[in-house]
């Protein structure tokens, strides 16, 4: 016996006095609502109302019954409008993901924004490069994450396409300091320092084709993510190191004596970035988070839209080669 209807038939004989009244406002017809009253009396092993041709009376176990039945309805419907939140992820854990290279500017941003649209919903939020992100939302660990391209999109569905333009960040004593904007020729005979190429290795490839392309192959490529470990390396090795400028270190700016960023030019590499969520599940919390995401990106980082869009696809193997 489906509990709830047939309360939902008692309350309304009882508030309308009236099995025709009480039919319309259900919107059924009288014989079925008859039979769940009939049915209800049974289940319950109480008589609800007294019956004549003239009129329908509550009886006193009705009346005893009636404010628990109220009450019953009540709790179910805010029951039904919890599942429904939920079901459309206004309410309970998101678990979302950001990689490494985003300022704190734009994680605060994105976090502000987030937080005002979706006040209600716990978030869990994990630094993740783009392979573990990828990893995560293939087992279902990871609801949606901020993803660099190119990448497995395989299964997913993507927020827009955004650009961050790379500069480079080298020594203040090298040729190439001495520059506005370095030619990524310049840089010849330096050695590269990138991230680990396990953490997103088409885009690694992709970086390193790029560079090639526009006249850079470097000596040796060498590895490192933290600020304080890339700078090192840029002083103790002459290396240099990618990066957009809003992720620059805080001792990276003009005022360091060491170490200069320079922006890139002449078919220089960029970081391409999207919100990513697994095909079907992008509920109202999911959406939320990529355009907040999206927001943070461009109001924070100077990211623009990929224009015209460069395919997500991979290519069936990298044109650079170590």
Known sequence: MDLVRHLECFVAVAEESHFGRAADRLGMAQPPLSQRIQRLERELGVRLFERTSRQVRITEAGRLLLAQAREVLARSESFLATARRVRDGETGLLRA???????GETVAALLSDFGRRHSGLELELHELSTAQQLDRLAAHELDVGVVHHPCDVTGLELGPVLRRE???LL???ARAAALEEVPPAALSGHDLILFPRAAAP???DDLLTTCARAGFTPAAVR???GASFVRGLVLSAGAVALCPRDALPLSAGDGDPEVVWRPLSGGAP???HSAAWLRGRGNAAVHAFAEAATH?????AGATPDAPPRPLHLRPASEYWL
């Open 97 to 103: 993901a950001l990689p490494p290279d985003l300022s």
């Open 166 to 168: 790379l500069g480079v």
């Open 171 to 173: 020594p203040r004593r």
């Open 202 to 204: 088409a885009l690694y």
């Open 223 to 225: 590895h490192g993510q």
């Open 270 to 272: 960029a970081l391409r």
């Open 296 to 300: 943070a990106l461009r109001t924070t």
